[in-house]
């Protein structure tokens, strides 16, 4: 099993930046996809970016140019580097793991609010 913690959210003007982070529990480098998913208030949760398991980053086409994933191995870290957010961004967060053969299990951290403020 995997827990997930997100951190780094918070209230930013629209033309700001923020980095969110995402730690596991356990060694990402062996988990099938880690990701990043979005709420905003009366909408369905959406999927942002994700590495796939061999490791290429993908992204939604809204965010595509300004938001940038990365990890760390070593802190069993994924991050979300988010620039030029705009009010249309402001929603709560939430990592994402698949793990397990052809990643049958997901789990999810507690997710983390970010607002942006025009």
């Known amino acids: 099993q995997v827990q997930l913690v997100e951190s780094g959210g918070g209230l930013v003007q629209a033309g700001g930046s923020l980095r969110l982070s995402c730690a596991a529990s356990?060694?990402?480098?062996?988990?099938?996809?880690m990701g990043w998913y979005r709420q905003a208030p009366g909408k369905q949760r959406e999927w942002v970016a994700a590495?796939?398991?061999?490791?290429?980053?993908n992204y939604t086409d809204s965010v595509k140019g300004r938001f940038t994933i990365s990890r760390d191995n070593a802190k069993n870290t994924v991050y979300l580097q988010m620039n030029s957010l705009n009010p249309e961004d402001t929603a709560v967060y939430y990592c994402?793991?698949?793990?397990?053969?052809?990643?049958?299990?997901?789990?999810w951290g507690q997710g983390t609010q970010v607002t942006v403020s025009s």
């Open positions: 994402n793991a698949k793990y397990g053969l052809g990643g049958r299990y997901s789990t």
């Open positions: 356990r060694s990402i480098f062996m988990l099938n996809a």
């Open positions: 590495f796939t398991s061999g490791g290429i980053p």
